[in-house]
């Protein structure tokens, strides 16, 4: 069970926007900042938003984030195929005195 | 641009240990903070700790507290991750990465290759 809830599995067709949310408490993303992970399949986590909704050099203005409270989403527009891939919030938990993940969210392109 | 490699893959058996270690190139390791993260296959991320190898100063998760320890080699920027007491469920594969933003919590950015784990009698 991860301390930060996020939907398994959310698909989308190409051009399409689907978002991904991320639900926390006051003691994580309620605190702190949130970033999320892109992870394709066979390969390591890539960083594609981080701080809340600042995207890193390189990432498409394609994805987009936001946060309200406890809970964040990631947004990804103009879906593409390549877009399909494992997402992960991650988040400071200030009662854990660690670093918590999502369990992760499965982007289909249809 | 620092990247990082991470050491071959690892077969061991429950009860013994396991050491990872993790290469900085193209920079100084001293000037970052590295985290361990794990993934049990086909499960999601889990964080292990992370070291601050120019203090020496490590931070591990409550839930490994006790059978994990990084160290840092710093003449060689590397990153050692021992894992003890190895069971069944620690198979995974292991990743370094580094804390970006440099604080706890910060994003990690890049990420090694990764190293498989299988602890397997």
């Known amino acids: 069970q991860s301390v930060l809830t996020q939907p398994p599995s959310v698909s989308g067709t190409p051009g399409q926007r689907v978002t991904i949310s991320c639900s926390g408490s006051?003691?994580?993303?309620?605190?702190?900042?949130v970033n999320w992970y892109q992870q394709l399949p066979g390969t390591a986590p890539k960083v594609v938003i981080n701080?809340?909704?600042e995207r890193p050099s390189g990432v498409p203005d394609r994805f987009s984030a936001s946060k309200s409270g406890t809970s964040a989403s990631l947004a990804i527009s103009g879906l593409l195929a390549e877009d399909e891939a494992d997402y992960y919030c991650?988040?400071?938990?200030?009662?854990?005195?660690?670093?918590?993940f999502g369990g992760g969210t499965k982007l289909t392109v249809l | 641009q620092v990247q990082l490699v991470q050491s071959g893959a690892e077969v061991k058996k429950p009860g013994s240990s396991v050491k990872v270690s993790c290469k900085a190139t193209?920079?100084?390791?001293?000037?970052?903070?590295i985290s361990w993260v794990r993934q049990a296959p086909g499960q999601g991320l889990e964080w292990l700790g992370r070291?601050?190898?120019?203090?020496?100063?490590?931070h591990y998760a409550q839930k490994f507290q006790g059978r994990v320890s990084f160290i840092a080699d710093k003449s060689a920027s590397t990153v050692h991750m021992e894992l003890s007491s190895l069971r069944s469920e620690d198979t995974a594969m292991y990743y370094c990465?580094?804390?970006?933003?440099?604080?706890?919590?910060?994003?990690?950015?890049?990420w090694g290759q990764g190293t498989l784990v299988t602890v397997s009698s």
């Open positions: 990465a580094r804390d970006k933003g440099g604080t706890l919590g910060s994003w990690l950015d890049p």
């Open positions: 193209g920079g100084t390791l001293s000037s970052y903070s």
């Open positions: 070291i601050i190898p120019i203090l020496d100063i490590t």
């Open positions: 006051s003691s994580n993303i309620g605190s702190n900042i």
């Open positions: 701080s809340d909704n």
């Open positions: 991650s988040a400071l938990d200030d009662s854990l005195n660690g670093v918590v």
